[in-house]
């Protein structure tokens, strides 16, 4: 609990010196960070010997020069490289009452590796063990409609590449974000640091290629989908009725109140908090400043929006694969068996025979299954 507590404050700590340093550091002109709220940093020891003087008496040891360099708060120092902070050694923030660390970096470094990677990484060990118990328990889902054999378009061939090609990228951008900010704990004593570096190299470099396809094809996804995710009557009732795990599968339109839950926390807000950190981080976005306070707000908030991804993803994976019959089939040929939609998603498939949704919506090609006609 206290390093819970510890963690936060780090972090509040960190945000404020990341907004106040940044308003306060025009491009290549640091200044000294002014206390934010009237909090006071508590006074480093004043060198009491110059640099000079210690080397007589300890050659080798420049420990003044780097008292004098944390004494300066960030006051810039003179160098011949153009860019912001650059002659900024110590990046130093404004401490809370009782802190341990006195450095910006060294308060980020605790933050993520006390705070975010145990939590979001037992979050994660948590999202899989429910998982194993829900397949444990209930096994796949579905499956008491006795097939028919006419077939309902379910996802159109552009709606699938879109899909595939954002579940790919997010594939990759999981298990490379997986090896970077764990991979220390399970791997590395498993395959030792040189093959770890360079699997941990080549996987930062994976992710960061990954991702930008990750961002157009999230667009792409969320322009497809948006439609169908919009509140309908029927869905409070879905969510009311335990979701169809505890009894039969409760009537809803194309998607769920499941679905749409997905897709409003996870593909549009966590995904556009990760997509627009990322994009940061790889300073991909024009016209903005890559203070170091800043990349390390927009850490925390791409690892925390990454770790509550992977949970929450790791759920539409299970159900789109082992988790529901016939849900992956729909997403890898297009189509579903009619007595699949009459069971999972009866208010579309009545729609749908009530002629007010095409059973067919693309041009079919030659090879396409036969479609449900509309009930005459
Ligand atoms: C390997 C990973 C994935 C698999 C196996 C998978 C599987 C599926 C399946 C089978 C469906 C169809 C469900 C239905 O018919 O109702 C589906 C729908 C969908 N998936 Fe995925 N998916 C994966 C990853 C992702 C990712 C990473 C995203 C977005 C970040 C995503 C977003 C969607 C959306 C938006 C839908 C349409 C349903 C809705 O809008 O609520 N999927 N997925």
């Known amino acids: 609990m206290q390093r819970l ?14 907004s106040v340093w940044a308003q306060a550091t025009p491009a290549g002109q640091a200044d000294e960070v002014a206390p934010a709220g009237g909090a006071t940093a508590p006074p480093l020891p004043k060198p009491d010997e110059t640099n000079a003087q210690r080397s007589k008496s300890q050659p080798g040891n420049n420990a003044p020069f780097w008292r004098g360099v944390r004494n300066s708060g960030n006051q810039a120092g003179v160098v011949s490289l153009p860019g912001a902070e650059n002659g900024v050694l110590i990046q130093q923030f404004v401490q ?3 802190s341990r660390v006195s450095t910006a970096g060294e308060a980020w470094r605790q933050v993520r590796n006390e705070l975010i990677l145990p939590y979001g990484g037992a979050l994660m060990l948590i999202a899989a063990l429910g998982l194993a118990l829900l397949y444990w328990g209930k096994g796949p889902l579905g499956g008491h409609e006795t097939e028919t054999g006419r077939k309902i378009e379910r996802f159109t061939a552009f709606e699938r590449a879109a ?3 954002n579940a790919t990228a997010f594939v990759i951008l999981a298990v490379s974000g997986i090896v970077m900010a764990f991979g220390k704990y399970f791997l590395l004593p498993v395959i030792g640091s040189t093959l770890f570096g360079w699997l941990t190299y080549a996987l930062k470099n994976a992710h960061n290629f990954a991702g930008p396809v990750f961002a157009v094809s999230l667009i792409v996804v969320f322009l497809t ?5 919009f509140p309908r009557s029927g869905d409070l009732a879905w969510l009311v009725g335990g979701a169809g795990v505890f009894g039969k599968e409760v009537p809803s339109h194309r998607f769920n109140a499941g679905e749409k839950v997905v897709f409003w926390g996870g593909v549009f807000l966590l995904g556009g908090l990760a997509v627009g950190s990322g994009l940061f981080l790889d300073k991909l976005i024009p016209g903005m400043e890559y203070l170091r306070g800043s990349m390390q707000v927009a850490h925390m908030i791409h690892s925390v929006a990454g770790v509550l991804m992977m949970a929450m993803f790791s759920l539409h994976i299970y159900l789109g694969t082992i988790g529901v019959k016939g849900a992956y089939q729909g997403m890898r040929t297009g189509y579903v068996d009619e007595a699949w939609g009459k069971e999972n998603h009866r208010l579309w498939y009545d729609d749908i025979k009530a002629g007010k949704i095409p059973a067919q919506r693309s041009a ?13």
């Not at 780090?10 to 010196?17: D, G, H, R």
């Open 225 to 229: 989908f948006i439609r169908d995710n």
């Open 96 to 98: 809370y009452p009782g």
């Open 163 to 165: 899909h595939w090609a």
């Open 5 to 18: 507590i510890r963690s936060i404050l780090l972090i509040a700590a960190l945000a404020v010196s990341g």
């Open 364 to 376: 079919a090609p030659r090879s396409a299954p036969a479609a449900a006609a509309p009930a005459k």
